[in-house]
C-alpha cells in the first residue's frame, strides 16, 4: 500500500505543475520531410535505411526509423521514451526503476516533436560503461565519443552540420516543406547561409536543453546530444550542433544533470572464434593483417619482416601469446588490441611492438596473472599517479616499462635497473584507456590502464 501511495502523490504532483503549455508554438504532425529516394538497389547507401532494420521499436512500442551513413547504423529520430517528470528547480530523474523524462517547457507536444530530454545518468540506466544500452531499445546503445567522432569525421566538420540537420527551418532558402514555422524545426538567423539540408536523412533537429537547476533554453537554436563516453565523477561528453553554423564542433564534456536529447546507434556483434592458434607463418612487407579471436591468440614461429604490418585483437577478457619463434624485424610492426568493444580488427590498434632490432618476442601475458609473483601495479583505475612494483626475487637484469596511448603514441618510459619501483605520473593525459608494456627475463606484459 505505501508504494502505491507514494505513485498516487507523484502523479497528482505532475499532474498540477506539469500542465501542457504552448507558449505560442505550432507543431506540426508530419515530423519529417518526404523525399524520393531509390531503395530497389542490392547494395545500399549512406542515407538508406539500416539493411534488415529499416526501422526500430523501444521498450514502450514507440516506433523509429534508421538511417545508415558510414557503416554506422543510427535511429533518424531523437529517443522519446519513458514518463514525463516536471523540468523545475531540484526535479532530477531518479533511479526508481521508470524511465523519466524531460519536455520542454513540460510540453508533451514538445517532446513528440523532438524527443526527450534526459539527464545523463538516467539515460545510461545508471550505467558508467561506454557504449553501454542505456535507455536504448535492445540491440542499440548510446553512442560514445569515438562513434560520434567517426560521424562528424565521415561527413567532414566543415560542412557537416548542413548535411545532418533537418531541412525544416524558418524561412528556409529550400522551400516547399522545408520553409515552415511549425515544431520541430530550426529558427532562421537572418543571413540566409546557415540552413540544413538533411542530405544523409540524420535529420538533426534542435531540442534544446533543460538546464540543471530547472529551465529550458535553445528549442530551434541548438541541438544537444549526450555521449556515453564519461570525462570524470561530474561531467559527461556531449556533442551539438547550432542553428547559426554549417559546421561540426569537437564534443565538449558538461555537467550530467542537463537534460539533453539521445541518439540511440545499433550494436554489431561480429561472429569471432573464441581461439587462434598462428603457428608457422611469415607476414611480407606491405600487407597489413589483422588476426581476431574473442579469448586468445596463440602466435609461434612468426615473423614479421621490414615492412610488414600485423595486428593481433582480443576480447575484453582476452589474452595474446607470444611464444618462442616469434620475430619482428626492424622495419616490421606488430600491435595488439584487448579489450575491444565488439568491433575487433575495426577497432584502433595499440602498438605492442614496433621496429624491433630483429627482437625476439618470448610470451605475452597478463599482469594480473603475475601478481602474486611479485608483479603490483596500482592504483588502476587511477587518477594520475600509477606505481608499478616488482618484487620477484628471480627477476634480473633490466626492465623496459612503455606507457602509449590507444593509437600507438608513446607516453612514457623508462629503464628499470637496480630499484624495481616505478611511478608514473599520469595527471597531465586525457582521461580514457591506455596501455603499459613491460619487457622483462625475455617475456612481454601488455595491460589496460584506466585514467579516470
Known amino acids: 500500500m505505501k508504494t502505491i501511495h507514494l505513485l498516487i502523490i507523484i502523479l497528482v504532483y505532475s499532474s498540477f505543475l506539469c500542465t501542457s503549455v504552448t507558449y505560442g508554438q505550432s507543431f506540426s504532425a508530419s515530423m519529417q520531410v518526404e523525399k524520393t529516394k531509390t531503395q530497389n538497389r542490392s547494395d545500399p547507401e549512406d542515407g538508406d535505411p539500416c539493411p534488415g532494420q529499416p526501422t526500430v521499436?523501444?521498450?514502450?512500442?514507440?516506433?523509429?526509423?534508421?538511417?545508415?551513413i558510414g557503416g554506422q547504423c543510427w535511429m533518424a529520430e531523437n529517443l522519446n521514451i519513458g514518463t514525463m517528470i516536471c523540468g523545475g528547480y531540484g526535479m532530477d530523474q531518479l533511479n526508481n526503476g521508470i524511465i523519466e523524462k524531460y519536455c520542454y517547457n513540460d510540453d508533451p507536444n514538445l517532446?513528440?516533436?523532438?524527443?526527450?530530454?534526459?539527464?545523463?545518468?538516467?539515460?545510461?540506466?545508471?550505467?558508467?560503461?561506454?557504449?553501454?544500452?542505456?535507455?536504448?531499445?535492445?540491440?542499440?546503445?548510446?553512442?560514445?565519443?569515438?562513434?560520434?567522432?567517426?560521424?562528424?569525421?565521415?561527413?567532414?566538420?566543415?560542412?557537416?552540420?548542413?548535411i545532418l540537420k533537418s531541412c525544416r527551418q524558418i524561412d528556409s532558402p529550400l522551400g516547399g516543406d522545408c520553409d515552415t514555422n511549425e515544431h520541430p524545426r530550426w529558427n532562421d538567423d537572418g543571413t540566409g547561409l546557415y540552413y540544413g539540408i538533411d542530405d544523409l536523412n540524420f535529420s538533426a533537429l534542435p531540442g534544446g536543453n533543460r538546464y540543471?537547476?530547472?529551465?529550458?533554453?535553445?528549442?530551434?537554436?541548438?541541438a544537444y546530444w549526450?555521449?556515453?563516453?564519461?570525462?570524470?565523477?561530474y561531467h559527461s561528453a556531449y556533442w551539438s550542433m547550432g542553428y547559426n553554423v554549417n559546421g561540426l564542433p569537437n564534443l565538449a564534456n558538461w555537467y550530467k544533470e542537463d537534460?539533453?536529447?539521445?541518439?540511440?546507434?545499433?550494436?554489431?556483434t561480429p561472429e569471432i572464434i573464441?581461439?587462434?592458434?598462428?603457428?608457422?607463418?611469415?607476414?611480407?612487407?606491405?600487407?597489413?593483417?589483422?588476426?581476431?579471436?574473442?579469448?586468445q591468440i596463440t602466435v609461434s614461429d612468426f615473423t614479421v619482416a621490414n615492412g610488414g604490418s600485423v595486428t593481433l585483437v582480443t576480447g575484453h577478457s582476452g589474452k595474446i601469446l607470444l611464444q618462442e619463434g616469434t620475430v619482428v624485424q626492424n622495419g616490421g610492426y606488430l600491435r595488439a588490441w584487448i579489450d575491444v568493444a565488439g568491433n575487433y580488427c575495426d577497432q584502433p590498434e595499440s602498438m605492442l611492438a614496433t621496429g624491433m632490432q630483429d627482437e625476439s618476442l618470448q610470451q605475452t601475458f597478463k599482469l594480473s596473472e603475475r601478481s602474486q609473483a611479485g608483479l603490483k601495479l596500482y592504483p588502476n583505475p587511477t587518477t594520475g599517479l600509477i606505481t608499478l612494483e616488482i618484487t620477484d626475487a628471480e627477476t634480473s637484469g633490466s626492465i623496459s616499462v612503455q606507457i602509449f596511448g590507444i593509437r600507438g603514441e608513446t607516453i612514457q618510459q623508462a629503464i628499470l635497473s637496480g630499484s624495481h619501483n616505478y611511478i608514473f605520473d599520469l595527471s597531465g593525459q586525457a582521461a580514457g584507456v591506455y596501455f603499459l608494456r613491460l619487457m622483462m627475463d625475455g617475456q612481454v606484459a601488455f595491460v589496460k590502464l584506466i585514467k579516470q
Open 259 to 268: 537534460g539533453y536529447s539521445v541518439r540511440c546507434v545499433k550494436t554489431y
Open 226 to 233: 549526450w555521449s556515453s563516453s564519461e570525462h570524470n565523477t
Open 274 to 295: 573464441k581461439t587462434l592458434n598462428l603457428n608457422d607463418i611469415s607476414i611480407p612487407p606491405d600487407p597489413d593483417d589483422c588476426f581476431a579471436a574473442s579469448s
Open 111 to 162: 517532446c513528440d516533436a523532438n524527443g526527450g530530454l534526459y539527464q545523463w545518468r538516467e539515460m545510461m540506466d545508471y550505467s558508467n560503461e561506454p557504449g553501454a544500452q542505456g535507455i536504448c531499445p535492445d540491440g542499440w546503445h548510446i553512442p560514445t565519443t569515438d562513434e560520434w567522432l567517426q560521424l562528424r569525421d565521415y561527413v567532414g566538420p566543415v560542412n557537416g552540420g548542413q
Open 57 to 68: 521499436t523501444d521498450s514502450e512500442g514507440n516506433v523509429y526509423n534508421t538511417v545508415l
Open 212 to 222: 540543471m537547476y530547472g529551465g529550458f533554453y535553445n528549442l530551434g537554436t541548438q
